[in-house]
Structure formats: structure tokens, C-alpha cells
């Protein structure tokens, strides 16, 4: 059974850095990808950053050059660093797996594991 636990989401000011982690267990295929999205209430879900099995990383414009995406192989755990954060970057943070298999990093349809969420709140 696959499992992602996000952690690491808190209260911050404009300006503030957080570190989300994502934990991913029972994951067997060699082929993968995982995606940060982000989500507030009334609004559709949208993708953050993507780092695949081959270390590629791929970036939303709105945050390219504020947030890193990294893994930890030996922990199975994915980070995403967020520096200079801004309110817009207020949101509930998931992360998101599957091999994808022909789909998009930025598609939440093409993901078939999920986490529960952190949540990020950035005041001003």
C-alpha cells in the first residue's frame, strides 16, 4: 500500500522560508514522479514542482527561483524548500505520486497517490 505523509507546513511571514517534507512508503516501481500542488478553498488544484526517478525537476513560473524540490533517497522523502514567501503562497500543500505513464507532472488527474496535506500560511 502507498503511502505520502506531507509535514513541515506552518505560519510564517512574507518574506519567511518553510520546508515541507513528503514521506513516501510502499512505492515499488522504478519509475516515478512526484509533484508539490497546492490548493485553496473553492479553487482547483494547482502544481508547485515535480522532481522525477531520473532527478529531473520542473517548476511552476509563479514560484521558479523561490522553491527547491529535492529528494532523499535514502529516506524516501521528498523536500520542498520555500524561500521569500509571499500570502499568494497561502495554501493547502500535497504531494503527489505515481510512474505518470504518458500523463502531465502539473495534471492532478494523473496521480493516483496522495497525502493528506500541510497547510502554509503566509501573512503580510
Known amino acids: 500500500q502507498v503511502q505520502l505523509m506531507e509535514s513541515g507546513g506552518g505560519s510564517v511571514q512574507a518574506g519567511g522560508s518553510l520546508r515541507l517534507s513528503c514521506v513516501v512508503s510502499?512505492?515499488?516501481?522504478?519509475?516515478?514522479?512526484v509533484t508539490w500542488f497546492r490548493q485553496n478553498p473553492g479553487k482547483e488544484r494547482e502544481a508547485v514542482a515535480t522532481i522525477d526517478s531520473d532527478g529531473s525537476t520542473n517548476y511552476d513560473d509563479s514560484v521558479r527561483g523561490r522553491f527547491t524540490i529535492s529528494q532523499d533517497k535514502a529516506k524516501n522523502t521528498l523536500y520542498l524548500q520555500m524561500n521569500n514567501l509571499k500570502p499568494e503562497d497561502t495554501a493547502m500543500y500535497y504531494c503527489?505520486?505515481?510512474?505518470?505513464?504518458?500523463?502531465?507532472?502539473?495534471?492532478?488527474?494523473?496521480?493516483?497517490?496522495w497525502g493528506q496535506g500541510t497547510q502554509v500560511t503566509v501573512s503580510s
Open positions: 510502499g512505492y515499488t516501481s522504478s519509475d516515478w514522479c
Open positions: 503527489a505520486a505515481d510512474d505518470l505513464g504518458g500523463g502531465s507532472w502539473y495534471v492532478p488527474a494523473d496521480f493516483r497517490y
